[in-house]
């Protein structure tokens, strides 16, 4: 594990460990509208599509600070407010999202059976991968290997994982979503401890396609356990959502409780990890148990993330809530978290909607944008230029704004909406021809 002093006498803003310049990608705009989901979508309301975008933009401005901002302060070495605000949680956000999309797209409340809902799984089928192409191709071009050298962890191809993964689980009730997803919030984690060791290792941090036909086995590994963003632990996120995707998401009263509840699950995890870590005698178990780590790297490791990996060399790990460490508290952490500030964007929306526009036009094509901002930041001017930041994100809500009032959906989302859009219909087609 490298000593986080050595990344900050570079002079250059440091992401933490694991974490380094690590982003999220967003649930594509089509889904939150039903546009790719063909007919009997259930229409939400004008005020929750805003609510839902301006959320989304509100994690992809997130992604960018956690890429570009500085994460320390060169005065104290204490985290920044954007590192202690965002990292961990624009991905959690995004995730989360990206289940309520899906549920949108397959029915709304009243999720879709039968003929549609096998159109529904082929069309998810179809975007994940689209999206894991994308993201394998954009891996091709951003230079570096490890954490250390790439400009930015790539989510696209992890998110192409989530989407597949999630395609069993469309047809149950938020009841049963909630449960599943309390089971992969406890579970995942459990799952990477035991198996990282033994799994094979990934050759980097952003696998692209050479990865995928040279290593399939390590590439699998990487994306559903081992990664910087584990498809397993992750659908923690993905089914929460799709689980609030079901529910009434216009009514006030539904509204409010994300906001409480999503800041109570919040507060119970961060105080969980809190007792059992420095009441509990946790942190005196990390470093009595992890060969070369003392005090100060261990809390670097709680602080930042692991670097590059978590260790697994005592069950005490499991306890932490650090970012990016995909930990039971961690996890649910990120989890409150995102629920809190969709509840919150939700009831924004009510009477702000107007005022939300830059980041709900930004929220509805972050696939495009997210991409885009992939691409910028492969050029590595903006390491040691913050001023950059408001660069990515100025030009990202200019774009957003102009290309919405000009052709309505993003580039990258009409693609994909089409694509999906005649899978569905090739789909009920054949069935429809079979009776």
């Known amino acids: ?80 407010a954007q590192w202690t605000v965002f990292a961990g949680r624009s991905v959690a956000l995004f995730a989360l999202l990206a289940g309520v999309g899906l549920a949108f797209s397959t029915g709304g409340r009243r999720p879709h059976s039968g003929r549609p809902m096998t159109a529904d799984r082929a069309g998810v089928a179809v975007r994940a991968l689209l999206i894991a192409g994308l993201g394998l191709a954009l891996n ?17 191809v992890y998110y192409g994982a989530f989407f597949l993964l999630t395609i069993p689980f469309l047809g149950l009730s938020a009841g049963a979503l909630f449960a599943w997803a309390g089971c992969f919030a406890l579970a995942g984690p459990v799952l990477v401890h035991v198996l990282r060791d033994v799994l094979p290792a990934a050759g980097g941090s ?78 005196d178990q990390l470093v009595d148990r992890t060969p070369g780590l003392d ?23 499991l306890t932490i809530a650090g970012p990016y460490t995909n930990t039971p508290p961690a996890l649910l952490l990120g989890l409150g978290s995102a629920v809190a500030a969709l509840g919150a964007f939700l009831l924004l929306a009510r009477r702000f909607g107007t005022w939300l526009l830059p980041l709900s036009a930004m929220g509805a094509m972050t696939l495009t944008v997210y991409s885009a901002h992939l691409l910028a930041l492969s050029t590595e001017v903006h390491y040691d230029q913050p001023l950059w930041f408001f660069v990515h994100v100025g030009v990202a809500v200019a774009f957003a704004l102009l290309w919405r009032m000009a052709m309505g959906q993003g580039p990258l989302e009409r693609l994909v909406a089409g694509l999906v859009r005649v899978t569905r219909r090739r789909v009920l087609s054949r069935e429809r021809g079979t009776d």
Request: avoid cysteine.
């Open 295 to 317: 005090p100060e790297l261990v809390n670097d490791v709680i602080v930042w993330g692991p670097d590059p990996t978590l260790p697994t060399t005592t069950w005490w790990w």
């Open 140 to 156: 091709q071009v951003i230079p570096g290997n490890t954490v250390a050298e790439v400009p930015a962890v790539n989510i696209l």
């Open 1 to 80: 594990m490298t000593d986080s002093r050595d990344h900050r006498s570079r002079g250059v803003p440091w992401e933490g460990p694991s974490a380094q310049r690590t982003g999220a990608l967003p649930a594509d705009e089509a889904s939150t509208d039903g546009s790719a989901a063909g007919p009997a979508v259930a229409a939400p309301g004008k005020r929750r599509l805003v609510g839902i975008d301006a959320a989304r933009g509100l994690a992809l401005i997130g992604m960018i600070a956690i890429h570009i901002l500085p994460s320390w302060d060169p005065d104290t070495f204490e985290p920044t």
């Open 206 to 283: 952003n696998p692209a396609l050479t990865d995928l036909v040279m290593d399939p086995g390590a590439t699998a590994a990487q994306l559903l356990l081992t990664g910087t963003y584990p498809a397993l632990p992750y659908l923690a996120y993905l089914l929460t959502g799709l689980a609030l995707g079901r529910l009434d998401l216009a009514a006030i009263r539904v509204q409010a409780r994300l906001l409480l509840g999503g800041v109570l699950l919040a507060v119970a995890a961060a105080l969980t990890s809190w007792v059992l870590v420095d009441l509990a005698g946790g942190f």
